[in-house]
C-alpha cells in the first residue's frame, strides 16, 4: 500500500488539500503503475514562520515549500520510474502551491517487504502465501 506524506508550508487550504490529494494519487498511479484503491494520503501544513531553510523562516525567505515523502515496497519500480516521479511530482506540485523555495523535496522511501504492509499482513506474506492466506 503506497503511503503519501506531503508537508505544505502555509495555512489549511481545503480546496487546495483535495486537489493535491487527487493528483499525486493520479500521478503515483500514472507513473509508478500503483492502485488508487490501496493507496493512502495525509497532507498537513505548517506555519510559513516554523519552517526553517538555511536557519530562515519560509515567512523570512518568502517561499512556500513542500516535503513529499512517498513509501512503496522496494524492487517494485526502477530508478528511471522514480526519477520521472520526482520531475513530475516537483512540477505538478509547484504549479499547485506555487513560490517555492528551491529546497523543497521529494523522498521515494523503498521499504522491506518484510516490514512494510497493511491489512495485518507484511508484503512479503502476501507475495508469498497470497492475499487471503490467514496469519
Same mark, same amino acid.
Given at each position: ?28 498511479? /500514472? ?11 495525509? &497532507?498537513?501544513?505548517?506555519?510559513? =514562520?516554523?519552517?526553517?531553510? /538555511? ?5 523570512? #525567505?518568502?517561499?512556500? =515549500? ?16 522514480? !526519477?520521472?516521479?520526482?520531475?513530475? !511530482? ?10 517555492? #523555495?528551491? #529546497?523543497?523535496? &521529494? ?20 507475495? #508469498?502465501?497470497?492475499?487471503? =492466506? =490467514?496469519?
Amino acid at each position: 500500500m503506497p503511503g503519501i506524506r506531503l508537508t505544505v508550508s502555509g495555512r489549511e487550504q481545503p480546496e487546495l488539500t483535495e486537489k493535491l490529494a487527487t493528483e499525486l494519487t493520479r500521478l503515483t498511479c /500514472d507513473v509508478l503503475a500503483k492502485l488508487p484503491s490501496k493507496m493512502a494520503v495525509f &497532507i498537513e501544513y505548517i506555519p510559513h =514562520a516554523q519552517w526553517f531553510i /538555511d536557519n530562515r523562516s519560509l515567512a523570512a #525567505h518568502g517561499k512556500n =515549500a513542500f516535503q513529499l515523502e512517498l513509501t512503496i515496497t522496494q524492487h517494485t519500480n526502477t530508478r528511471e520510474q522514480k !526519477a520521472e516521479y520526482h520531475r513530475k !511530482a516537483f512540477d505538478l506540485l509547484a504549479s499547485l502551491i506555487g513560490n517555492l #523555495h528551491p #529546497h523543497s523535496n &521529494i523522498n521515494v522511501i523503498d521499504c522491506d517487504a518484510t516490514g512494510y504492509g497493511f491489512g495485518g499482513l507484511t508484503r512479503e506474506w502476501k507475495i #508469498h502465501r497470497g492475499p487471503s =492466506a =490467514a496469519v
